[in-house]
């Protein structure tokens, strides 16, 4: 593997001072390239609503969102696969990951697990992916053997397949059936990808799952209908989404959602609908989930 070629290995000349800087001109100094990070995504918007739609159509089928990757690329991959469950109240297995190193690698470093094809081609197969499938490896040099050999694997089974990488004309890429390639240009920290690429790649993993789950229903405008209200937070925000939606009082809101078991989407269903709650959950069981859908039945 030859890195020296890559844009986010090369030094940045702007940054060549950096152990000499003030605190004040580093923070600056990353902010500025920080920036860039916003202006590759741009650029790759078009391949990310690609990847949005192929997300939204598998998921549609009753399929999985599944990332891949290692090292900063894994962890952002865990991170919104993670988060995923309490945002939308999906099941954890429709968004899933996978990482070089398993779980230890999410607080350790095992760098070496990044250099085994066999192992990415093992992690993957455990999943057992298949045509309802997505697949998003995330390599910041789209060099990463672990990864391609996943994304392999599961083109192999069918799978549909993405690429999330911060440098052009890469192996990842080519075996991707979707290139998002965000160009941040050289780190601030020579080589330290956890920086402009990472922020790029937890960019795109934003759109890419929040935009499947907004078109699936799981959420009504910009409001996270299906948010599990777990704990005194989550319940006052629960709370103010059936205000907003339903247009009714707190005490109305709070004692519809204590009727409805403490499930947002059935509370606001009863409400906006004007129905029973065994007639809100017949619906939302219809209409898949899909508050909106549910309510205009």
């Known amino acids: ?8 290995e090369r030094q940045n000349r702007a940054s060549s001072d950096l152990d000499k800087s003030s605190a004040l001109e580093i923070a600056t100094l990353m902010n500025r390239e920080d920036a860039k990070a916003l202006r590759a995504v741009r650029e790759a918007l ?14 549609a089928k009753g399929g999985r969102l599944i990332y891949v990757g290692s090292g900063t690329s894994g962890r952002i991959g865990a991170l919104d696969a993670s988060e995923c469950a309490p945002t939308f109240g999906i099941d954890p297995s429709i968004v899933q990951y996978v990482m070089a190193g398993g779980e230890r690698a999410l607080a350790n470093a095992t760098e ?6 066999q192992l990415g081609r093992s992690d993957m197969a455990a999943r057992k992916p298949g045509k309802r499938d997505v697949v998003v490896g995330l390599a910041a ?13 599961a083109a192999k089974k069918g799978a549909t397949t993405v690429a999330v990488i911060c440098n052009r004309d890469s192996e990842l890429a080519r075996v991707a059936q979707i290139a998002i390639e965000a ?46 209200l777990n704990n005194e937070k989550l319940i006052e925000r629960g709370i103010s989404i059936v205000q907003r939606i339903a247009k009714v009082n707190r005490v109305v809101a709070l004692a519809t959602l204590k009727t409805a078991n403490m499930k947002l989407p059935v509370a606001l269903v009863m409400l906006c609908a004007k129905v029973s709650k065994t007639e809100a959950v017949r619906r939302l069981r219809r209409a898949q989930g899909s508050v909106r859908k549910a309510i205009e039945a």
């Open 46 to 59: 078009p391949e990310i609503a690609k990847a949005i739609d192929v997300a939204y159509n598998c998921l």
């Open 183 to 228: 160009e941040v240009g050289p780190e601030v920290l020579t080589g330290s990808t956890r920086l402009k690429a990472g922020t790029a790649q937890k960019l795109i993993c934003n759109m890419i799952s929040t935009g499947a789950m907004a078109r699936l229903g799981y959420v009504y405008g910009n409001l996270m209908v299906h948010l599990r």
């Open 141 to 153: 040099s789209g060099r990463t053997p672990y990864t391609i050999a996943a994304l392999k694997y």
């Open 112 to 117: 070496a697990s990044e250099d085994s094809s």
């Open 1 to 8: 593997m030859v890195l020296s070629g890559l844009e986010t």
